[in-house]
């Protein structure tokens, strides 16, 4: 019984950070997005509807591309991911959807799934996306 009441501690703190996580992210893309790859690990990748960019000089040209941004989230969700399918390093899967207006573009609703890994500092832990990958949901009319 004690191994079920660690499991759930252990998803109630992963859905702690995801929550934590979710907010910093949103808005620092729509008001910081200078600062956004700091949320990234040096080899993070991105899948964009499809179009794959990988580590942080390509991440930072791909979100200097983009419009400037309006994201409302709508559900989150999230699960840590075994130990043995990261080599013991604290994960987690953070499932979001919702809607985004991207400057001069009508409204589209997206789907965007986070691998968070956690990284210990002397004073806290820090969540950085190891892989992220974003689709519009309507995105055939786009």
């Given amino acids: 019984m004690a191994m079920a009441m ?21 808005e620092t893309m729509d008001k910081r997005r200078h600062a956004i790859t700091r949320l990234y690990l040096d080899k993070a990748t991105l899948i964009w509807n499809g179009n794959v960019v990988t580590g942080l000089e390509a991440l930072t040209k791909f979100f200097e591309m983009l419009p400037s941004s309006e994201f409302q989230i709508n559900m989150l969700d999230c ?24 400057d001069g573009n009508k409204q589209h609703f997206f789907n965007q799934n986070f691998l968070l890994t956690a990284h210990s500092t002397p004073t806290s832990t820090v969540w950085k996306i190891a892989s992220d990958c974003f689709r519009f949901q309507d995105w055939a009319n786009i």
């Fill in 6 to 26: 660690d499991f759930k501690t252990y998803v109630d703190q992963a859905c702690r950070a995801a929550e934590e996580f979710a907010s910093i992210y949103y």
């Fill in 79 to 102: 699960q840590p991911v075994h130990e043995q399918a990261t080599q013991s390093q604290t994960t987690v899967l953070v499932v979001t959807s919702g809607a985004v207006k991207f």
